[in-house]
């Protein structure tokens, strides 16, 4: 995919999807289903994508994930030290499900990543 990107996009497995969609100049990456070690390859490499594009803001949207492991919380740290490094353009939105929201809590996450709400 090149920085022009705008429309939609899906990369799905067997319990894990991601979309990818620009809206209004900024590069919403949503992942949907089971965030764990088989697919934080293919989630970084998305937000790698989404980072070499020219967006304003880079969301990451996790309102449709049902759960994160341990590797997760591990890239969404790597994530946000990255946009830290890289013009601070990350903000993550969600973390709806209540195992996916105890499991960022309990590590501490909420307090070093942007969330938006």
């Known amino acids: 995919?090149?920085?022009g990107y705008a429309g939609p996009?899906?990369?799905?497995?067997?319990?894990f999807a991601i979309r990818t969609e620009r809206r209004l100049?900024?590069?919403?990456?949503?992942?949907?289903?089971?965030?764990?070690l088989s697919v934080i390859g293919s989630v970084d490499r998305e937000m790698q994508r989404a980072e070499a594009t020219d967006a304003t803001r880079i969301v990451l949207d996790l309102?449709?994930?049902?759960?994160?492991?341990a590797s997760?919380?591990?890239?969404?740290?790597?994530?946000?030290?990255r946009s830290r490094n890289n013009g601070c353009r990350l903000r993550i939105a969600?973390?709806?499900?209540?195992?996916v929201r105890r499991v960022i809590d309990l590590t501490g996450a909420a307090?070093?990543?942007?969330?938006?709400d």
């Open 1 to 3: 995919m090149s920085q």
């Open 9 to 15: 996009q899906a990369m799905e497995g067997k319990s």
């Open 111 to 116: 307090d070093v990543l942007p969330f938006l």
């Open 72 to 81: 997760g919380i591990r890239l969404l740290l790597h994530l946000g030290r």
């Open 94 to 99: 969600g973390a709806r499900a209540p195992q």
């Open 25 to 36: 100049g900024d590069e919403h990456v949503s992942l949907l289903g089971e965030l764990d």
């Open 63 to 69: 309102r449709e994930l049902d759960f994160l492991d």
